[in-house]
T-cell receptor, first 116, second 113 residues
Framework: DTEVTQTPKHLVMGMTNKKSLKCEQH?????MYWYKQKAKKPPELMFV???????INESVPSRFSPECPNSSLLNLHLHALQPEDSALYLC???????????????FGPGTRLTVL | GNSVTQMEGPVTLSEEAFLTINCTYT??????LFWYVQYPGEGLQLLLK?????DKGSNKGFEATYRKETTSFHLEKGSVQVSDSAVYFC????????????FGSGTQLTVLP
């Protein structure tokens, strides 16, 4: 089973709202990722968690706050977003980060976020 | 640094036509290579991968061969179907890189009945 699940599938929020995106995997993977994807573009890496610790933050604005409560769960907390933050947010997981063999990343279906 | 260059799209083919989507790469180190597919309104799905030179990845009738001498990983399918219409991303990852995946720009494929 190579399934990564994400909820919600769609989210509409105002600029003053606080919301959270959730990602879950049960493959025993110890690396989890958040990506942002704009239409007709490749995904852009936002955050990387390795063994539940944040290892990469790609200079993402503080209105995006990641959290990894355990090895199976990854959250992205959203606050005071801007309309330009509207995008597809993808979660991915892989066996580990930075080891030999370039471990394969498996993606979830994404959350389509619209900021009004 | 690492980079992936993909064939510019969009690509439009008739059903049962032969498909090639070109992908070339530059990498520091010895990369693993991937093709991901994104159907409309969905996330990315791993289509196939290859981890060393001359490996051939294959899945659902798609194939790609890791060519170290030409730094290429071209995607091919002998007979496309309407259901293959999607965006295809070539990507690489290098051992020891915490950032893992470097993506190409993506190629939109439309297959007409």
């Amino acid at each position: 089973d190579t399934e990564v699940t994400q909820t919600p599938k769609h989210l509409v929020m105002g600029m003053t709202n606080k919301k959270s995106l959730k990602c879950e995997q049960h493959m025993g993977h110890r690396a989890m990722y958040w990506y942002k994807q704009k239409a007709k573009k490749p995904p852009e890496l936002m955050f990387v968690y390795s063994y539940e610790k944040l290892s990469i933050n790609e200079s993402v604005p503080s209105r995006f706050s990641p959290e990894c409560p355990n090895s199976s769960l990854l959250n992205l907390h959203l606050h005071a977003l801007q309309p330009e933050d509207s995008a597809l947010y993808l979660c991915a997981s892989s066996l580990e980060v930075g080891t030999s063999g370039g471990h394969t990343q498996y993606f979830g279906p994404g959350t389509r976020l619209t900021v009004l | 640094g690492n980079s992936v260059t993909q064939m510019e799209g969009p690509v439009t083919l008739s059903e049962e036509a032969f498909l090639t989507i070109n992908c070339t790469y530059t990498a520091t180190g010895y990369p693993s290579l991937f093709w991901y597919v994104q159907y409309p309104g969905e996330g990315l799905q791993l289509l196939l991968k290859a981890t060393k030179a001359d490996d051939k990845g294959s899945n659902k009738g798609f194939e790609a061969t890791y060519r170290k001498e030409t730094t290429s990983f071209h995607l091919e399918k002998g007979s496309v179907q309407v259901s293959d219409s999607a965006v295809y991303f070539c990507a690489l990852s290098v051992s020891g890189s915490a950032r893992q995946l470097t993506f190409g720009s993506g190629t939109q494929l439309t297959v007409l009945p």
